[in-house]
């Protein structure tokens, strides 16, 4: 067992299998020593999606809990890029997170929310983990869900 599928463990946290896509694109495009992710929904390790609107019917918490269930989609996904073996992820380079908001939300706790993954990704990868990112509101998003978050990692070639 590699060291990160340790940590996973060590955290209780167990990975879903990556979602397929949806429409007409891949899950994720290996280019040199990058992966970019497509943007996964949140939906939790059971198959349940997370679904609301920041400033209506979906509290901080629960999208921090949304953008986290992304994070766990992410990894999964990471995984999957580099053959079972997440050892292979150098670096988490950067993520980009979508939060479905109202007109009315506090554009504040879009970023909050977006640390569900953020702090995911610092817990699981460590020093490896931390990123560039941007953090924005968007009125809908894909199957109704909450939050969208896509990455890019740099993987050992």
């Known amino acids: 067992m590699n060291t990160i599928d340790r940590r996973l463990q060590e955290l209780g946290l167990s990975l ?21 992710i497509s943007g996964q929904v949140s939906v ?3 198959g349940d999606l997370i679904t ?6 979906l509290s901080v918490e629960r ?13 999964a996904q990471m995984k999957a890029a580099c053959a079972g ?13 979508f939060v479905c908001s109202g007109f009315d939300s506090t554009a504040l706790d879009i970023p909050k929310i977006i640390n569900g993954c953020s702090d995911l990704m610092v817990e699981v990868f460590g020093e ?25 990692i740099e993987i050992e070639n």
């Open 16 to 36: 879903p299998e990556p979602v397929a896509p949806v429409a007409n694109y891949v899950p994720y495009v290996i280019s040199g020593n990058q992966v970019f």
């Open 44 to 46: 939790t390790t059971q």
């Open 52 to 57: 609301g609107r920041l400033g209506e019917d």
């Open 63 to 75: 999208g921090q809990e949304a953008a986290r269930a992304c994070g766990l989609n992410l990894i």
């Open 85 to 97: 073996d997440l050892s292979k992820v150098k670096r988490v380079v950067k993520l980009g997170g």
């Open 128 to 152: 490896a983990g931390k990123h560039a990112r941007f953090a924005v509101g968007a009125p809908a998003l894909p199957l109704d869900v909450a939050v969208e978050i896509d990455c890019v």
